[in-house]
Nanobody, 123 residues
Framework: QVQLVESGGGLVQTGGSLRLSCAAS????????MAWFRQVPGKERECVAA?????FYADSVRGRFTISRDNARNTLYLQMNSLKFEDTAVYYC???????????????????WGQGTQVTVSS
């Protein structure tokens, strides 16, 4: 029903900035919960930022990352500033159509996923 395509990943030095984009198509809605997850080898997928109307940020990125969406363009963004080596991961965007009161922050709560984009921060 929903297709998510990510872009914007790449190689950046510590302290640098990067903006990830996730273009959504299909039966989209501005009522969807949307999120950014990241995953490194040997660890479970971690929610770094999510939103419905309110926003959620993982403690490790709070103050450095900003999640936003442009409903007219059906695009989700993740602005990443002051990047650290520890931010290196594959980043995924996710969406879920189900009505929720609380912002979902676990991978099992999301139905639609992008293919992922690699972010590498050099130390």
């Amino acid at each position: 029903q929903v297709q998510l395509v990510e872009s914007g990943g790449g190689l950046v030095q510590t302290g640098g900035s990067l903006r990830l984009s996730c273009a959504a198509s299909g039966r989209t809605s501005n009522m969807f919960a949307m999120a950014w997850f990241r995953q490194v080898p040997g660890k479970e997928r971690e929610c770094v930022a999510a939103m419905i109307g309110n926003t959620f940020y993982a403690d490790s990125v709070r103050g450095r990352f900003t999640i936003s969406r442009d409903n007219a363009r059906n695009t989700l963004y993740l602005q990443m500033n002051s990047l650290k080596f520890e931010d290196t991961a594959v980043y995924y965007c996710a969406a879920d159509r189900r009505f929720r009161i609380a912002i979902p922050t676990t991978s099992t709560q999301y139905e639609y996923w992008g293919q992922g984009t690699q972010v590498t921060v050099s130390s």
